[in-house]
Nanobody, 115 residues
Framework: QVQLVESGGGLVQPGGSLRLSCAASGSIFNRYAMGWYRQAPGKERELVALVTGGGTTTYAGSVKGRFTISRDNAKNTVSLQMNSLKPEDTAVYYC?????????WGQGTQVTVSS
């Protein structure tokens, strides 16, 4: 079992920055692909960024160049640095871990970008 806890959400102005963190426990962290997803009101959950166990990263086109995903295997954490935030980035952000058919989710953290 893997347990995930997100933190770092909040209210920011357009153009501002936030850093989300996800702390994992319960398994060997570096075996999992780690992703950040988000879900805005009335919309489906979508992939924002992904980092594999080998360190390869993938980003949604809407966040490319603004967001950076990173992992610290020694600390069992994955982070999402979000810069140049836009109102359309407003959503609940979820941490996800996937490995060998197992899929785990955190509880989510709210990010609101508003003037």
């Amino acid at each position: 079992q893997v347990q995930l806890v997100e933190s770092g959400g909040g209210l920011v102005q357009p153009g501002g920055s936030l850093r989300l963190s996800c702390a994992a426990s319960g398994s060997i962290f570096n075996r999992y692909a780690m992703g950040w997803y988000r879900q805005a009101p009335g919309k489906e959950r979508e992939l924002v960024a992904l980092v594999t166990g080998g360190g390869t990263t993938t980003y949604a086109g809407s966040v490319k160049g603004r967001f950076t995903i990173s992992r610290d295997n020694a600390k069992n954490t994955v982070s999402l640095q979000m810069n140049s935030l836009k109102p359309e980035d407003t959503a609940v952000y979820y941490c996800n871990a996937f490995w060998s058919g197992s899929d785990y989710w955190g509880q989510g953290t709210q990010v609101t970008v508003s003037s």
